[in-house]
């Protein structure tokens, strides 16, 4: 797998930049994730499904934490996919880029209308029209097409092409697929920023266990979108 992860990690753009002094790993991947950034309900959903390592700075000394994965909670797949769903997840000190270094665990439901699911639908529908309409996509848009490994424009364009008056893509019968495809998109680019920060991680005094500890959570994710 870990193969797969680097092959994958020349396709986003940042990834060797320094972690710095302090910083919060997984949010750094949503920083780096078009589909994400700026919706931060969603990516503390994402945080709390992956997990994270923080390092702060306290007085003249760097602190080091795990915040493992929550994934052992039944519901939290369905609260980050179809929402309306009452879960704890980590919830952001400060959301800004780079920032997150304290989160801690609060009692949220994300609506149904903020889930991953209905995202992605809506984005289906707004993509459909704009490749019919031959019109530029979004900068949102744009990060929805990266977030995901499936082909979607190219699925899109060749539905719009065949179907009589140019009928869009069924975003109903996509929309879960695409949605637990971004998630495990995103939980391999937590594990490739790890991969390639593993010697500065090192020099912060993050060991191989608290690493350890963070790969076997993502591991339980993953095993449970399948």
Same mark, same amino acid.
């Given at each position: ?17 320094i972690l ?6 997984a949010?750094k991947?949503i920083?780096?994730?078009g589909?994400?950034?700026?919706d931060?309900s ?10 994270t390592i923080?390092?702060r ?12 994965s929550k ?6 797949i ?5 929402g309306?769903v ?17 989160p ?5 439901t ?13 984005l289906?529908?707004?993509l %459909?029209q704009? $490749?019919?309409e #031959?019109?530029p *996509?979004?900068?949102? /848009? ?5 977030a995901?490994?499936l082909?979607v ?6 539905e719009?092409a ?8 069924s975003?109903?019968?996509? %929309?879960?697929? $695409?949605a637990? #495809?971004i998630? *495990?998109?995103?939980? /391999?680019?937590?594990?490739t920023?790890?991969?390639d920060?593993v010697?500065q991680l090192k020099?912060t ?9 963070l790969?076997?959570g993502i591991?339980?994710s993953r095993?449970?979108l399948f």
């Amino acid at each position: 797998k870990r193969n797969e992860w680097n092959n994958r990690k020349g396709e986003k753009q940042g990834f060797k930049d320094i972690l710095g002094d302090e910083f919060n790993i997984a949010w750094k991947a949503i920083q780096k994730n078009g589909f994400l950034k700026g919706d931060t309900s969603l990516a503390e959903l994402f945080m709390t499904v992956s997990g994270t390592i923080v390092s702060r700075r306290v007085s003249d000394r760097s602190e080091v934490k795990v915040f493992p994965s929550k994934s052992s909670d039944p519901q939290l797949i369905s609260a980050l996919i179809t929402g309306n769903v009452p879960v704890q997840i980590y919830k952001c000190d400060n959301a800004s880029e780079d920032k997150c270094l304290t989160p801690a665990l609060q009692n949220v439901t994300l609506s149904k209308e903020h889930a991953l699911y209905s995202k992605v639908h809506r984005l289906l529908l707004s993509l %459909s029209q704009k $490749i019919r309409e #031959d019109k530029p *996509l979004s900068e949102q /848009e744009r990060g929805f097409v990266n977030a995901t490994r499936l082909p979607v424009l190219k699925i899109m364009a060749v539905e719009a092409a065949f179907k009589e008056g140019g009928s869009p893509l069924s975003a109903t019968d996509f %929309s879960e697929a $695409i949605a637990h #495809d971004i998630l *495990l998109h995103y939980l /391999e680019e937590v594990m490739t920023l790890v991969w390639d920060s593993v010697t500065q991680l090192k020099k912060t005094q993050i060991s191989d266990h608290m690493v350890e500890e963070l790969r076997a959570g993502i591991a339980s994710s993953r095993k449970m979108l399948f």
